[in-house]
């Protein structure tokens, strides 16, 4: 079974800097695709950024980019000019079909 | 993006009593219908999966008899907690897929259930 690990509960950043938040996962799938969401207080889950394991190169969106390490397995989301309105609960996800599992999440402050 | 929506986004019911909830795709035909609980601080865990005109798949260590899921159209998939328990309050997350390109997979806004 797929397993979706994210080992910071809580980070911070200060307004306009940049953060990096870490995950990890474990498949013995070769074809799959990772992503990460964010969950503000209204609980709507978001789509931040997703990335296919076939491609080498890292997605990015904006303020937002992944450092993606298939053998490694890892999946880091690094957000840059941190906003207030990046305050949020993040989730890693992996998916294999039709099959999606998320990390712990990762409750990320964002100080003025 | 495409929509999905939930309804009610809370609701309370008294023990013993069910209580349905309503997933629906507004401009997309959902194949794959997705149903996830979350409970307070804590991260989505899928219960169960089901395909349009299909029973569903349950997660293991979910009831299936507790927990009746239809999917009868491909825009509307309910979620029925039979004879609720205070400890069904959570809250629901139901998410949808139009099949095809397997990654694309959209949240509804979740419903708060509450059983007093």
């Known amino acids: 079974a797929q397993t979706v690990t994210q080992s910071q509960p809580e980070m911070s950043v200060q307004e306009a800097e940049t953060v990096t938040l870490s995950c990890t996962y474990d498949?013995?799938?070769?074809?799959?695709?990772l992503f990460w969401y964010k969950q503000p207080p209204s609980r709507q889950m978001i789509l931040v950024i997703r990335q296919e394991a076939y491609k080498q190169q890292n997605a990015t969106e904006n303020r937002f980019s992944v450092n993606f390490q298939k053998a490694a397995k890892s999946f880091s989301l690094k957000i840059s000019d941190s906003q207030l309105g990046d305050t949020a609960m993040y989730f890693c996800?992996?998916?294999?079909?039709?099959?999606?599992?998320f990390g712990a999440g990762t409750r990320l402050t964002v100080k003025p | 993006g495409a929509v999905v929506s939930q309804h009610p986004s809370r609701v309370i019911c008294k023990s013993g009593t069910s209580v349905k909830i309503e997933c629906r795709s507004l401009d997309f035909q959902a194949t794959t219908m997705f149903w996830y609980r979350q409970f307070p601080k804590k991260s989505l865990m899928l219960m169960a999966t089901?395909?349009?005109?299909?029973?569903?798949?349950?997660e293991q260590g979910v009831e299936k008899d507790k927990f009746l899921i239809n999917h009868a159209s491909l825009t509307l998939s309910t979620l029925t907690v039979t004879s609720a328990h205070p400890e069904d309050s959570s809250f629901y997350i139901c998410?949808?897929?139009?099949?095809?390109?397997?990654?694309?997979?959209?949240f509804g806004p979740g419903t708060r259930l509450t059983v007093t």
């Open positions: 998410s949808a897929s139009a099949g095809g390109r397997t990654y694309e997979q959209y």
């Open positions: 089901s395909n349009e005109g299909s029973k569903a798949t349950y």
């Open positions: 996800a992996f998916k294999y079909n039709n099959d999606m599992r």
């Open positions: 498949t013995s799938e070769n074809n799959y695709y």
